[in-house]
RNA sequence: GCCGGGAUAGCUCAGUCGGUAGAGCGACUGAUUCGUAAUCAGUAGGUCGCAGGUUCGAUUCCUGUUCCCGGCACCA
């Protein structure tokens, strides 16, 4: 038996038997023996200890490659589970992967976790660390697996080999010392010592077995872990950079709005944050403008035939909020009007399109509308303005051809990159949503829905990655991701080809031979809703706005009361020429004012004292800027926007 | 909705092993007119989330409830 062992820069070396990657990584150096993670096989990721038993082209995996870290985190994934079941005999194990920054594993006890086992597990899981377990992978026959896990009474193990596994999967078991093993696909590290010591376990929490809300609540445990101390330091930097950042900290810091429980998932606006609020409404509306776009208005309670009409009824009544309206008597009979405070805008739209007859010549007709819409959110999915009850979306309806889905598609991905752009985002991705379970039309309509969408996304030249199964009940769509200043990714824009609601609620063109046709629908929204939209802003600049959406952008605050009618004048110029500015009259000493004003984020501080009175003068303060500037009053509005 | 944790002054938080509470900041009043990130002094402010129960007595213990926080599930 020979086996030949193809390496990275093209060298081959012949074997007489089986060989470990550890074994080739030794032969290489010690050195890389030690950096080694795992080693890829012919594109796959095995074990340094798996035996390689047959011709292959390798490549080590070194600690730092991602590939790496990913293995890294399963393992401690590993670690955290046994460490668990050293200090709690009797929980069950189920799932432990990794995550993006991390890992998490599940368990089934009867006992939740709390704050203080994390500490006590965190412990252990060191200790397993420095026992420098080897873990070494195992193939077992089903059966056995089954028999094993039913006799160490974890149910959950044997009922996915049962339910989970094809029957003809490879089954893998991997070791972790002697008394310790959990069925996985790999790969692992060699040893339990590898994982290092840059790990942290960071909460507890709830989840469902196997994702699915009807099954058993597990107890989840989280970690984050890196290959290095210094990543996990920066991580944890990140994450108190994120904490400061949090839009309802800073939105009451700030002054922007609050929630209360009067109206739970709805947000008061307070001058300040409508003044934000407004300001990206108006900007929106410009472009929509630009764009081709009509703006609309539809009424906020419709009846509920309507819905019905829809599929909504149908789909989401325990979503909607409903009033009902009792109409008095007729014929001895109650009369209650059901209406529902609309949910989305679209059946609306289309009442509108439905007036009177339309012609192909209309097409695409783009119907926008800053459309208030409410959701019977379930309670714990609110957070702050994130996820709301009340919101409004900037919202439109595109009715065209199918022979026009292209064009308006990518029309609409150059609409929203500017968008994005101008609002400070400059990274966006695309993912592709296809047809999910519950959902309404049959395959022919779904093939032709997703055919244009998929030619039009590409036809975009926009990269994208699949999202399979996650469309909308009534056909696939595409969601744009933006990616914020500390590297946060937010679903925003979305575009939903929609076959099925012109056919339900009956909309129609007179096309050129003079039949009548449905339209398509495009679904369209950039921000999403403008609520959630204002909080990653306000996350976004952590509160200090680019001059053009200050909700404040000047204080005139002058240094002496001799200079309050001077600094009135200031203020004065600077509002009749747009800009939004107030003075700071306080008989407070200067150093108090910038302080706090420069706490509160505002762009521009207005300094002015008798020398500026008496020289018609101002001395700018930019926020972030040190330096400042001293100006001509009447130049002092182009000195703003620099 | 589910699991866990929490709710004390406008904000951030301390505290009471059951005897009705305190700090800093903010607010208010007065003094100070002081040129680039906190002037000084004083005053006011709390049904200790809400409703029951136990108790001589509950903010504290128990039950329920609302809301918030971290996840899960959901997100037209």
């Known amino acids: 038996m020979s086996i030949e062992i193809t390496f990275p820069d093209g060298n081959k070396k012949s074997f007489d038997e089986p060989v470990t990657g550890l074994a080739i990584a030794q032969g290489i150096s010690p050195g890389l023996a030690k950096k080694a993670a795992v080693i890829e096989v012919n594109g796959e990721l095995w074990d340094l200890t798996r035996p390689i038993d047959r011709d292959a082209t390798v490549s080590i995996v070194t600690r730092d490659k991602p590939q790496a870290l990913e293995v890294i985190r399963h393992d401690a994934a590993h670690v955290l589970a046994q460490a668990v079941q050293e200090l709690f005999p009797g929980t069950q194990i189920t799932f432990g992967p990794a995550t993006e920054v991390g890992f998490y594993y599940d368990f089934a006890r009867e006992l939740p976790f709390t704050e203080a086992d994390l500490e006590k597990i965190e412990q252990k899981m060191r200790e397993i660390v420095k026992r420098d377990l080897p873990i070494t992978r195992e193939v077992w026959p089903h059966e056995v697996a089954v028999k094993h896990f039913e006799q160490a009474g974890e149910r959950f193990k044997a009922e996915w080999i049962r339910d989970g596994l094809a029957p003809d999967e490879e089954l893998s078991i991997y070791r972790q010392g002697e008394n310790w093993l959990d069925m996985c696909l790999g790969p692992h590290l060699p040893s339990t010592g590898k994982l290092g010591t840059a790990f942290k376990l960071t909460k507890v929490s709830g989840a469902y077995w196997r994702g699915d809300a009807n099954n058993a609540q597990l107890q989840r445990i989280y970690g984050v872990a890196f290959a290095t101390e210094d990543e996990l330091k920066a991580y944890l930097k990140m994450v108190e950079e994120a904490e400061k950042r949090d839009h309802r900290k800073l939105g009451r810091a700030l002054d922007l709005f609050h929630i209360q429980d009067e109206a739970v998932g709805q947000v008061f606006w307070h001058p300040k944050g409508w003044t934000l609020y407004r300001t990206l409404e108006n900007y929106v509306r410009r472009q929509l403008e630009d764009a081709g776009y009509d703006e609309v208005k539809t009424p906020l309670l419709v009846d509920r035939k309507l819905w019905e009409a829809s599929g909504h009824w149908e789909n989401y009544r325990k979503n909607m909020f409903i009033a009902e309206v009792d109409e008095g008597e007729q014929d001895g009979q109650q009369r209650k009007a059901v209406l529902a405070v609309k949910p989305m805008n679209c059946p609306c739209h289309v009442q509108i399109f439905r007036q009177g007859i339309r012609s192909y010549r209309e097409l695409p007709l783009r119907m926008a509308e800053f459309g208030a819409c409410h ?220 302080r706090e004003h420069a706490t509160h984020k505002i762009p521009v501080i207005a300094v002015v004292g008798r020398k500026e009175a008496e020289e018609r003068t101002v001395t700018l303060r930019f926020r972030g800027q040190e330096q400042q500037q001293t100006v001509k009053l009447d130049a002092v509005v182009e000195h703003l926007h620099a």
């Open 375 to 594: 959701r019977y959110e379930p309670s714990g999915a609110l957070h702050g303005l994130m996820r709301v009850r009340g919101f409004v979306q900037d919202d439109a309806h595109i009715f065209c051809t199918e022979e026009q889905i292209s064009a308006e598609t990518v029309a609409f991905c150059d609409l929203l990159k500017r968008m994005y752009k101008d609002l400070g985002f400059e990274e966006v991705s695309v993912k592709f949503s296809d047809r999910p379970d519950n959902r309404a039309g049959d395959d022919a309509i779904w093939d032709r829905a997703e055919g244009a969408l998929r030619k039009a996304v590409e036809e975009a030249g926009l990269p994208y990655t699949m999202n399979p199964g996650e469309g909308a009940f009534y056909g696939p769509k595409l969601e744009f991701v933006l990616r914020d200043a500390i590297g946060r990714d937010w679903q925003c824009g979305t575009l939903q080809v929609d076959f099925m609601l012109p056919e339900r609620l009956d909309a129609e063109y007179v096309a050129e031979d003079g039949s009548r046709k449905r339209p398509v629908m495009l679904h369209r929204a950039v921000l999403g809703s403008f609520e959630r939209f204002i909080g990653i802003l306000i996350e976004n600049h952590a509160g200090a706005f680019p001059f053009w959406l200050a909700p404040l952008q000047v204080v005139v605050a002058p240094i002496v009361s001799d200079a309050d009618d001077y600094a009135t004048e200031v203020c004065e110029r600077l509002k009749r020429a747009g800009v939004r500015a107030e003075t700071d009259l306080r008989n407070e000493k200067i150093n108090y004012k910038i």
